[in-house]
């Protein structure tokens, strides 16, 4: 349940300001006089020209999952909470369309032990994230945090933004605290004590919002493995003690929503149009669809079980569903930009039994595989053709961005890639 903040009054300034012409011996006049030294705009950086440089020039490597299996990956083997997969499929799909943009040195590296040894010896200047992780608690945000280290500038989320995302019961706290629809939750792990049982206030909490069902799923996790639904809180305790048999990890508890189960996702705010790159108004929102469940089906099946095909997934027509598309693009682009996010992101919604929106969970690296002659590919992809954008323009748009707010608003971070725009003639902000 969301509580209320109420808002204060506004505060008087303790300082007015003095007319024009005045000295400024005041706190706020003294900073709204060195404001007015600064330079009115920043330098505007030609996104297209840097493209151009870049294609010939930029050493990038798709960055995908290790198996902790492997004893070239790890020094020990320890655990993994989260799923593993390699998303190799998706690095070469990734690498293909980079490819067929013009990018001409394009290699392929995986996370673990020997990542920088063999970003150093292939003298890899960015580098695109697309893996889960190797092993540990946190994965999903271990590869963005040993580049940050590195200096190797990245084109994902930062490791902050990775781990929140990841985490469902820190972002569902997040979400609340801003304000956005999600609903109530329970988090359970041996180490806080016994299990939640029917008759715990905090259970029958959640049953109100669900009418009596709910779902027990990994605190981290993909692909919808190990979520469970049950159909009444009699089978709590054999549910959590399940899914925690699976991930030795913390398992989160939430009400089973009976409306329908919709996705969106949304990305930085850029836009390509032939051979020009655009900056759009707002973060780009693309694929709001509605998942097509089988009359057992409770929840949607993972894609590692059942392959996602269009016959999965209805894509909503703006015409028809302008509403809901409106207010999935409208809760999207507000995490996006609260969370201030420079990649993309999956959310994942249900409709409660009133039909309002909650959104569920986050997908820090979603699914990006391309889509097949067979019908199969990933949800972003499908969706990408209402929007009139392609899979290779898509995959363009993350990269430039993450130049773009380089040069734009700190180019030290940008390290390699910083020195081949300078050389190149192009001028960026100091």
Same mark, same amino acid.
């Given at each position: ?159 902050? *933004? #990775? ?5 469902? /019961?820190?972002? &569902?706290?997040?979400? !609340?605290?801003?304000?956005? =629809? ?104 693309? *694929? #709001? ?5 089988? /009359?057992?089906? &409770?929840?949607?099946? !993972?894609?590692?079980?059942? =392959? ?104 030290? *971070? ?17």
């Amino acid at each position: 349940m969301l509580t209320s903040v109420s808002h204060r009054p506004p505060t008087k300034v303790p300082y007015p300001l003095k007319a024009a012409g005045s000295k400024a011996n005041s706190p706020l006049q003294q900073m709204a006089t060195r404001q007015k030294t600064r330079p009115s705009s920043p330098v505007r950086f030609d996104l297209d020209h840097a493209f151009d440089i870049l294609l010939s020039r930029l050493k990038i490597a798709v960055v995908h999952g290790a198996s902790n299996e492997s004893p070239d990956t790890v020094i020990y083997r320890t655990h993994n909470p989260r799923t593993w997969k390699s998303y190799s499929s998706v690095a070469a799909d990734v690498s293909e369309a980079l490819e067929r943009v013009g990018f001409r040195h394009v290699s392929q590296v995986a996370e673990g032990l020997g990542l920088a040894a063999a970003l150093q010896s292939k003298d890899v200047q960015m580098t695109w994230l697309n893996t889960g992780g190797v092993q540990g608690h946190g994965p999903m945000c271990h590869a963005s945090a040993a580049l940050e280290s590195l200096g190797i500038p990245y084109v994902g989320h930062s490791p902050a *933004a #990775a781990a929140l995302l990841d985490d469902k /019961p820190l972002f &569902k706290a997040w979400l !609340s605290g801003m304000g956005l =629809p999600t609903t109530p939750f329970i988090v359970w792990h041996p180490k806080t004590g016994s299990a939640p049982r029917s008759e715990d206030p905090r259970v029958l909490a959640l049953q109100t919002e669900s009418g009596g069902p709910l779902i027990v799923k990994p605190a981290s996790g993909r692909a919808s493995r190990h979520v469970v639904w049950v159909s009444s809180a009699d089978e709590l305790a054999e549910a959590v003690h399940e899914v925690h048999g699976q991930t030795k990890d913390r398992v989160m508890i939430e009400p089973f929503l009976p409306g329908r189960e919709l996705c969106v996702a949304v990305g930085p705010p850029m836009a390509r149009a032939g051979d020009r790159f655009e900056i759009t108004s707002s973060p780009v929102c693309v *694929a #709001a669809i509605e998942r097509r469940l089988d /009359p057992d089906e &409770k929840i949607f099946t !993972s894609a590692d079980l059942r =392959p996602i095909k269009r016959d999965r997934a209805r894509i909503l027509d703006a015409e028809q569903d302008g509403e809901l598309i409106n207010s999935l693009e409208h809760i999207a682009r507000r995490v996006f930009n609260e969370l201030s996010l420079d990649f993309l992101i999956r959310l994942d919604l249900r409709e409660n039994q009133h039909g309002q929106l909650m959104v569920m969970e986050a997908n820090p690296k979603p699914d990006l595989a391309s889509c097949r002659a067979d019908g199969k590919g990933s949800l972003i992809a499908l969706g990408l053709k209402e929007k009139g954008l392609s899979y290779d323009d898509l995959i363009a748009c993350q990269i430039m961005h993450r130049v773009r707010l380089g040069a734009e608003f700190c180019p030290r *971070a940008l390290g390699p890639v910083k020195d081949l725009l300078v050389e190149a003639g192009i001028q960026l902000n100091a």
